[in-house]
């Protein structure tokens, strides 16, 4: 039920920084835990990171934990990744996706309910 509609993304350099945005709407839209997925060119989608529904407790994969901030403004219905000292290795489309349950690396994609349309983030060397 609960509609995401993603922003940001882009072309930056090695170490530099991008915000992105996930806008959730619908009538549950403040009810879901909130995370962040990537897909790199010939790669299996990802976990990245996630927020519980207070925004009091985060998680994050192993590769970006340090480098990427997951935030969430409930006022909004909306979730930010801070995305800094990129590296190539970053490149890869973003999917934001929302849960009523915990997700966490583990969660299987299938099992969540909503995900945004993506957005391209590439890094160059």
């Known amino acids: 039920q609960v509609q995401l509609v993603q922003s940001g993304g882009g072309l930056v350099q090695t170490g530099g920084s991008l915000r992105l945005s996930c806008a959730a709407s619908?009538?549950?839209?403040?009810?879901?835990?909130m995370a962040w997925f990537r897909q790199a060119p010939g790669k299996e989608r990802t976990f990245v990171a996630s927020?519980?529904?207070?925004?009091?407790?985060?998680y994050y994969a192993d590769s970006v934990k340090g480098r990427f901030t997951i935030s969430r403004d409930n006022a909004k219905n909306t979730v930010y990744l801070q995305m800094n000292s990129l590296e190539p290795e970053d490149t890869a489309v973003y999917y934001c996706?929302?849960?009523?349950?915990?997700?966490?690396?583990?969660?299987?994609?299938?099992?969540?309910?909503?995900w945004g349309q993506g957005t391209q983030v590439t890094v160059s060397s």
């Open positions: 619908g009538r549950t839209a403040s009810s879901y835990f």
């Open positions: 927020i519980t529904l207070s925004g009091r407790y985060t």
């Open positions: 996706a929302a849960d009523q349950g915990t997700i966490v690396k583990y969660t299987r994609q299938r099992d969540i309910e909503s």
